[in-house]
Each structure stands twice: as structure tokens, then as C-alpha cells.
């Protein structure tokens, strides 16, 4: 299995867990982006510098980054080489799909791994240059999970 590229915390307020962890451990932010995703409007934001990358998503309650309950830890993130056969196989090793934006157009899953209290991310690699394009402009290709 490849390094992962991301670790993610979903969050109420995405200045305060910016600004505290900017304070706390030193990183720099890129500017948040908002965006939409079905019906649920969010905004993300990524440290500079990575991989690896620190991501936060701040979310509406009932989304699949609902952080009503408070902040709290929610995945890594892997590139893959197919979205489709990385979620068979782990769907196949007992790790079942906890959300796919594939029906909105965006290439990634999540898969809950219990013994971990997280998910694991998969994104197609065919997003990689536009990741690099808005978060991470002077990087190269980073590692990805050969599904073949």
C-alpha cells in the first residue's frame, strides 16, 4: 500500500481549527474554497507545503462532513488509480463504502474502518492536477494504489 497524501478533521468553525493549529504547530494555510456537493454546501481548506496535507471540511449538519457533535478526526486520503475497483476491494475485505461522490461527478469514496473510528478516502488520480492547480502548485506526482 502507498503513503497517503492527506489526513482530514471535518470541523464546526474552519478559522478557529486553522488558527489553532497555525498557532499550536506552526502550519500555513491555503485560503478556504467554498463549494457544493448534491445538496450540502461546504468549504475545505488545506495546509501548504504537503504531502502530507492536512485537510479540514467544514459541513452542514447531515452531510457526510457533519461535525455537529463537535470536531473530530474523519479519514485518510489515498490516491487510487480507480475509484470503482479500490471500493470493490475494500467493499470485498469487509470495509463497506460509507459514501461515494461518484453520483455527483466527483471521483472518491469513503470507506468506515471501524477498528480505526475513520474512514479511509479514495480519489482517482485523474484529480490529481487539478489538486495541484488550486492547493499544491509547485508539487509533483505523489504515490497512487495500483487497483489493476
Known amino acids: ?23 499550536s504547530v506552526g502550519v500555513g494555510w491555503s485560503a478556504p474554497v467554498a463549494d457544493r456537493l448534491g445538496e450540502w454546501d461546504y468549504r475545505i481548506a488545506f495546509t501548504r507545503g504537503g504531502p502530507p496535507f ?20 474523519d479519514h ?5 488509480s480507480s475509484v470503482q ?3 470493490e476491494r475494500l467493499a470485498n475485505d469487509g470495509f463497506a463504502a460509507d459514501f461515494s461522490g461518484c ?24 484529480r490529481q492536477a487539478s489538486f495541484f492547480l ?7 506526482p505523489m504515490p497512487v494504489i495500483d487497483e489493476r
Do not use: N
Not at 485518510?76 to 487510487?80: A, E, I, M, P, R
Not at 466527483?106 to 482517482?124: K, M, Q
Open 54 to 73: 492536512i485537510e479540514l471540511i467544514e459541513g452542514p449538519t447531515g452531510s457526510p462532513w457533519d461535525a455537529s457533535q463537535g470536531a473530530r478526526f
Open 76 to 80: 485518510l486520503g489515498y490516491w487510487t
Open 85 to 87: 475497483r479500490g471500493s
Open 134 to 140: 488550486k492547493w499544491h502548485s509547485d508539487g509533483g
Open 1 to 23: 500500500m502507498t503513503a497517503f497524501y492527506h489526513v482530514c478533521f471535518v470541523v464546526p468553525d474552519i478559522e478557529r481549527a486553522m488558527e489553532d493549529l497555525g498557532r
Open 103 to 126: 453520483p455527483y461527478g466527483r471521483p472518491f469514496a469513503y470507506h468506515r474502518l471501524d477498528s480505526i473510528g475513520a474512514r479511509v478516502e479514495l480519489v482517482d488520480v485523474t
